[in-house]
């Protein structure tokens, strides 16, 4: 067999794979957007669950689940950036440090339902946040953090040294070289972590059960003071997401339209992941483009 | 002869157990051009990455021996790093514009040492593109990104950024070696330029280039200074006969 008959087969089986995988996604996709799209409407996007009777909507959910979003960013971002940071730029190599490493790699593998289990025990009831966004989103923070340390790591290492050397020889100090030099070229590897660490927040049900809780109580959206019990922005209250309320409904919805409700949750829950990850991509590669001049 | 700019004394590089500069003793003179030379792998970046503390970032690195700025060892634990290479610029062998605009580049180092007044900024930077000859290309572009220039320009941006924070010193490491002939001699012609405000020491592999711009030029071997003189006796009339050896092309 000659080279060039041998680079043909290869990159044809490369080609079907690569198809087959595009495939199953669209069928994926289209399946549920099938399913799914007819049920939406405004009033379902908008109008509370029912529980015995036809015609509920998802609005408190929806409303949740961007919330927990942007509760759950608002920890991890900082944190998992400052602790990236200093893995990759701070510490010294040795054992300390591969022992950090070993811990967040294992915590970023943690299963799920385990994590939800140690929210239950430690921040629901030892701290006693009880059932509150707040405790979802500190244990999605448990195993969103390890992602974003080591994503940010990642991208930092990407730099080239040159740039940062660079940098110091102008006689600027190590933390402004790192903010201003060495983030912005690695922004873009930053972000498509905090994308991947979006998207686990979206879609998460198991460790929510036992942290945000399973129900919404009736939410007053005309008040947005942040400590009263009924407002919307209020951090301790509990808070069913999406993805809660779409294996609720399907476990053990009573309502005669619960299947549609499950497949119109479904549809926007997917639909809003891929908004999502649009808008944050715009606007990385706006932000990028600023810091480093490039079109 | 004028003052000394900057002087190693004793000055020994280690990477762990490797030793790559030995006990390397030298003064640069005010405004001139030192030239270092010799074959590969002799030393000549350890040595000029330790004259502005560079090497701190390598791990398995050391330092020992004195480094002198008027009269005071910069290559103590208590020295201010930050501000002593404010003093010492460097400029590399393969140009490294920062992933900014061409203005942004130059106005960085000014800016982060205290000029925010955006007219003072604009000036600075004009200056210093022109100092390094680069100006008349530059001009219309000044907030297009940097990585579009080419190489030569590149390098020039580069040796302007240094320029834009009044360092005492260059330290240049083969600054023109990746650049094309044409490149090249405009970054020759700048260096004989900037040596009026400026002392410059460079690392060099062409020895055309050791003899057209500078005024002494030290030769390296192993990590160890043969001979240091000045240009021309080092090429006309060396001491030794490593040196002569090495200038003729016999080894290296
Ligand atoms: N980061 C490093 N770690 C370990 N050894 C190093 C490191 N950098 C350089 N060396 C070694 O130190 C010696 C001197 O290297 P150096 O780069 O200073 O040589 P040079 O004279 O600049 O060579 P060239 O002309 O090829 O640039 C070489 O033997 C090299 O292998
Ligand atoms: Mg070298």
């Known amino acids: 067999m000659s080279a060039k008959t041998a680079d043909k087969i290869a990159t044809g089986v490369i080609v079907f794979i690569t198809g087959l995988i595009a495939l199953a996604l669209i069928g994926l996709l289209g399946y549920i957007l099938f399913r799914g799209l007819g049920h939406i409407s405004w009033h379902f996007l908008t109008s509370p669950p029912e529980t015995i009777r036809k015609g509920g909507g998802i609005g408190p959910q929806l409303f949740n689940s961007l919330f927990l979003l942007v509760l759950t960013m608002v920890i991890t971002v900082p944190l998992g950036i400052g602790a990236g940071i200093y893995m990759s730029e701070y510490a010294k190599a040795g054992k300390i440090t591969s022992a950090i490493r070993l811990v967040v790699e294992v915590l970023s593998s943690f299963p799920s339902i385990i994590v939800g289990l140690f929210g239950l025990l430690v921040i629901v009831n030892k701290f006693n946040l009880g059932f509150s966004l707040l405790s979802g989103a500190l244990a999605l923070t448990i195993f969103n953090l390890p992602l974003m340390v080591r994503i940010t790591e990642q991208g930092l290492r990407s730099v080239p040294v040159q740039q940062k050397e660079a940098s110091l020889a102008l006689g600027i100090s190590k933390w402004k070289t790192i903010r201003s030099v060495q983030l912005p070229i690695a922004l873009p590897i930053v972000l498509s972590g905090s994308i991947l660490a979006a998207g686990r927040i979206f879609g998460e049900a198991a460790a929510l059960l036992f942290t945000a809780g399973m129900s919404s109580p009736r939410l007053d959206f005309s008040d947005w003071n942040p400590l009263h019990s009924d407002s919307p922005l209020n951090p301790m209250r509990p808070a069913e997401t999406l993805a809660v309320h779409i294996w609720k409904v399907n476990s053990e919805g009573l309502a005669p339209d619960a299947t549609q409700i499950a497949a119109g949750a479904s549809a926007v829950l997917i639909i809003t992941v891929l908004l999502f990850n649009l808008g944050a991509r715009a606007l990385g590669r706006y932000m990028h483009n600023k810091f480093t001049a490039s079109k | ?252």
């Open chain 2, 1 to 252: 002869m004028g003052e000394i700019a900057l002087s190693a004394k004793k000055l020994n590089v280690y990477y762990g157990e490797k030793h790559a500069v030995h006990d390397v003793s030298l003064d640069f003179a005010e405004k001139e051009v030192t030239a270092l030379i010799g074959p590969s792998g002799c030393g000549k970046s350890t040595f000029l990455r330790s004259l502005n503390r560079m090497n701190d970032l390598i791990p398995s690195c050391k330092v020992t021996g004195e480094i002198l700025i008027d009269d005071r060892n910069i290559n103590g634990t208590d020295t201010d790093v930050v501000a002593l290479r404010k003093k010492i610029g460097m400029v590399w062998q393969r140009p490294n514009p920062f992933h900014k605009s061409i203005y942004e580049n130059i106005a960085f180092g000014p800016r982060y040492h205290g000029i925010k007044n955006k007219k003072q900024l604009d000036e600075i930077v004009e200056q210093s593109l022109r100092k390094a000859a680069i100006w008349e290309e530059t001009k219309d572009r000044l907030h297009k990104s940097a990585l579009a220039l080419s190489g030569g320009q590149q390098q020039r941006l580069c040796i302007a950024r240094t320029v834009a924070v009044k360092p005492d010193v260059i330290l240049m490491d083969e600054p023109a070696s990746a650049l094309d002939p044409i490149s090249t001699s405009k970054i020759e012609e700048l260096i004989s330029e900037l040596k009026q405000d400026y002392s410059i020491v460079i690392v060099t592999h062409n020895m055309h280039q050791a003899a057209r711009v500078s005024e002494k030029t030290a030769f390296f071997l192993n990590g160890h200074v043969v001979e240091y003189d000045k240009t021309e006796t080092i090429f006309t009339n060396p001491t030794h006969q490593r040196t002569n050896d090495y200038i003729t092309g016999r080894f290296g």
